[in-house]
């Protein structure tokens, strides 16, 4: 059942859909952070949801509150996917910080950035683009002749980059583990002269995500800057990002949907069609068994099985993008050639849910699935899925 807090929060998303269609072209054309977007989700109260409860926040992203934060998610994607997909980042950021905390960083960083509406990029690619690059991460701090910490790093794909007062930077301390065992989240502030915001995302979808690079040189660190200990992102935080990824491309399948159904049903030729009949009730099938697979995946981190939700989590995740793909692709054979016009959200749709797609490598989650079934067991990895017990 619907609690009455999640029931204000999905029709506040609601509240926000005109405003959301009307600008989302433009946001799209020029590639450009959804500014107004954001005022409006800050003045429904919408940017401070995983905040503990121990901080003033409903805690979402945690226990008791997946199933509702995926579902605001998918919501919000119905509507216009790049806007979710900031919107989660955000989201992530502040819960990651929240978990990894002193209760001095909470009361000094933490809680003064999501009372006052203030957004937080999360930054960890190398993976240069337009280049042959591996994507092995490499950048680490080191100290000063004073004993500092000093930050010099280039990142890439910071969404919500230009939009942010703050990115969360993950990369190494100095040491002979491995990189992930070794790796911190440091929060740095926007506004500094260290660093350097670049834009090179000119792309096909996901547009006003603005998923710039980032470039930070000879930055002091502050100590209490450093958030978690080494390697806790993998070992103490077990949750991912998974679902909400599924979440976003069955939202954007959604609203792609709902715009065909409308279109048909405006053209009776269309309506009247048996095979286009059969199709939308097709699609509709597939939709609706997506949704029960990431809602079941979601109750089972609800019940504090992280393990167990992050195995059908994958299982979610690897069916959401295939059915989003379909959904969105079939939705242009549907309706023909004049709804793929800029005049129309459905091609914008179609190449968001492509760009998205693209974001993690969900085969080799899928990979690990298979692997994890013949291992008859399996562990989660924190904010990056699924590894057998035998890997």
């Given at each position: ?160 980059g230009p939009g942010a007062s703050h990115y969360i930077i993950w990369l190494a301390l100095p040491g002979t583990e491995s990189y992930d065992h070794r ?116 109750a089972v981190w609800d019940a504090g099985q992280p393990s167990e939700g992050e195995f059908r989590g994958v299982h979610a995740l690897t069916t959401a ?21 800029k005049t129309y959200p459905l091609e914008r749709f179609y190449r968001d849910t492509r760009a998205f797609s693209l974001h993690y490598r969900v085969d ?28």
């Amino acid at each position: 059942m619907t609690s009455p807090e999640q029931t204000k929060r999905l029709a506040a998303i609601d509240a926000l859909t005109a405003g959301f269609r009307a600008r989302a072209r433009r946001y799209d054309d020029e590639a450009i952070f959804p500014t107004e977007n954001f005022a409006e989700l800050h003045e429904a109260d919408l940017l401070a949801l995983t905040l503990p409860e121990k901080w003033g926040g409903p805690g979402l992203w945690s226990e008791g509150g997946f199933a509702d934060y995926y579902e605001l998610i998918e919501r919000m994607a119905a509507i216009d996917a790049p806007t979710a997909q900031l919107f989660q980042v955000h989201s992530h950021a502040i819960g990651m910080l929240a978990h990894a905390a002193t209760d001095a960083q909470m009361e000094k960083y933490v809680v003064p950035i999501a009372k006052a509406g203030e957004l937080v990029a999360s930054v960890g690619s190398e993976a240069t683009p337009g280049k042959n690059n591996v994507g092995t991460s490499s950048n680490q701090l080191a100290r000063n002749d004073h004993g500092q910490w000093v930050l010099n790093c280039t990142k890439h794909f910071a969404s919500l980059g230009p939009g942010a007062s703050h990115y969360i930077i993950w990369l190494a301390l100095p040491g002979t583990e491995s990189y992930d065992h070794r790796t911190v989240a440091v929060l740095v502030p926007r506004d500094v002269p260290e660093v350097e915001l670049i834009d090179n995302w000119d792309v096909l979808g996901m547009r006003s995500t603005v998923s710039w690079a980032v470039k930070v040189t000879d930055y002091v660190l502050p100590d209490d800057a450093i958030f978690g200990k080494p390697g806790a992102w993998e070992t103490d935080d077990t949750r991912t990002f998974t679902l909400a990824f599924a979440a976003n491309h069955l939202g954007a399948a959604r609203g792609a949907f709902d715009f065909t159904l409308e279109w048909v049903r405006e053209r009776p030729q269309l309506a009247t069609s048996e095979l286009i009949q059969f199709q939308l009730g097709e699609l509709a099938a597939k939709l609706s068994t997506a949704r029960a697979a990431l809602f079941d995946a979601a109750a089972v981190w609800d019940a504090g099985q992280p393990s167990e939700g992050e195995f059908r989590g994958v299982h979610a995740l690897t069916t959401a993008k295939q059915v989003a793909l379909e959904v969105t692709g079939r939705c242009l054979d549907i309706c023909g050639s004049r709804s793929m016009f800029k005049t129309y959200p459905l091609e914008r749709f179609y190449r968001d849910t492509r760009a998205f797609s693209l974001h993690y490598r969900v085969d080799n989650y899928t990979r690990n699935l298979g692997a994890s079934l013949l291992a008859q067991g399996f562990s989660v990895n924190g904010n990056g899925g699924l590894t057998p017990t035998n890997a």
